[in-house]
């Protein structure tokens, strides 16, 4: 089965400017994760959906970051406008239950 | 307020030897504990789990420890080898309509020659 796919694998902005990252999970996962990784900590939830409806969004700074799931399939989050801190690997993941999460190979978003 | 805690930012073994990762949570109502394993430039990949009714789960060369009256949890890989260095997430899963995984901040594991 293919995995979840992200895109772009790199990317450059500078503070203020937009951005959005791209998923597309495996074929039949309800459940579709992002999740926020800085370097030397974990990776923290930003929102979770199920289908193309939000499940969690607690953590998720609406402020600048928007989610959405058109038709329970791809997925986007964009974040505008960026700051410093928002470096970081974004991470994409999917699953059909929670116990079998499948993660993509994240987005790497250096602001400077 | 981290639910779990991964107190060793990295661990060095020897090649053969038996690395040990050690992780700590707070929330006694967590279902399941899994362990993630993550190499540079990939997202994590699943490597065990164990179902907090069960005090051990075995996978080959990986084995994960529970032990709940200390809310700890260790995974042993034994022997270490080259390919197992990588960094080491422990997360807690509780099982609600939200399903949603915790993570600890991970444990960077060097395996040396």
């Known amino acids: 089965e293919a995995g979840v796919a992200q895109s772009p694998r790199y990317k450059i902005i500078e503070k203020r400017q937009s951005v959005a990252f791209w998923c597309n999970p495996i074929?039949?996962?309800?459940?579709l994760y992002w999740y926020q990784q800085i370097l030397g900590q974990g990776p923290k939830l930003l929102i979770q959906?199920?289908?193309?409806?939000?499940?969690?969004d607690s953590q998720l700074p609406k402020d600048r970051f928007s989610a959405e799931r058109l038709k329970g399939v791809d997925s986007t989050l964009k974040i505008q406008p960026a700051k410093l801190e928002d470096s970081a690997v974004y991470l994409c993941?999917?699953?059909?239950?929670?116990?079998?999460?499948?993660f993509g190979s994240g987005t790497r978003l250096t602001v400077v | 307020d981290q639910q779990v805690k991964q107190n060793s930012p990295s661990l060095s073994v020897q090649e053969g030897r038996i690395s040990i990762l050690n992780c700590d949570y707070t929330?006694?109502?967590?279902?399941?504990f899994l362990w993630y394993k993550k190499y540079p430039a990939e997202g994590p990949t699943f490597l065990i789990s164990?179902?907090?009714?069960?005090d051990k789960n075995e996978d080959g060369r990986f084995t994960v420890f529970l032990n709940k009256s200390a809310k700890h949890l260790s995974l042993h890989i034994v022997p270490s080898q080259p390919g197992d260095s990588a960094v080491y997430f422990c997360?807690?899963?509780?099982?609600?309509?939200?399903?949603?995984?915790?993570f600890g901040k991970g444990t960077r594991l060097h395996i040396l020659p």
């Open positions: 993941a999917s699953s059909s239950r929670a116990y079998g999460y499948t």
């Open positions: 074929s039949g996962h309800a459940t």
């Open positions: 959906f199920q289908n193309n409806g939000v499940v969690d």
């Open positions: 929330n006694s109502m967590f279902d399941y």
């Open positions: 164990i179902s907090s009714i069960k």
């Open positions: 997360a807690a899963l509780k099982m609600n309509r939200d399903d949603k995984i915790i």
